[in-house]
Nanobody
């Protein structure tokens, strides 16, 4: 069964850093675009960052210059390095990846279960 599992969240003080991981497992033929989203309490889910198959990256303006997305294709894992964290970054972070499970299947987005990041003193 194909699944995405996030790890690395927790509580950090303002100005601190965390690195999130998103590991894919199960039947996977190919992984295309990989994304991070987040949802703060009482707010809609928002897109944070994207990395393509070729390694091109895009970021939301709110995190540009502070967050870095990367991927390890051999281990089917995506990372989000978060630096200079602010209280406003507090949210549940989700990974969402466009995955083709088998050679003969179509690709679609799969979501992780989410992981809490809390930035507070």
């Amino acid at each position: 069964q194909l699944q995405l599992v996030e790890s690395g969240g927790g509580l950090v003080q303002p100005g601190g850093s965390l690195r999130l991981s998103c590991a894919a497992s199960g039947s996977i033929f190919s992984i295309y675009n990989m994304n991070w989203y987040r949802q703060a309490p009482g707010k809609q889910r928002e897109w944070v960052a994207r990395i393509t198959t070729g390694g091109s990256t895009n970021y939301a303006d709110s995190v540009k210059g502070r967050f870095t997305v990367s991927r390890d294709n051999a281990n089917e894992t995506m990372y989000l390095q978060m630096n200079s964290l602010k209280p406003g970054d507090t949210a549940v972070y989700y990974c969402a990846c466009n995955i083709r499970p088998t050679l003969h299947s179509n690709s679609r987005y799969y979501w992780g279960q989410g992981i809490q990041v809390t930035v507070s003193s």
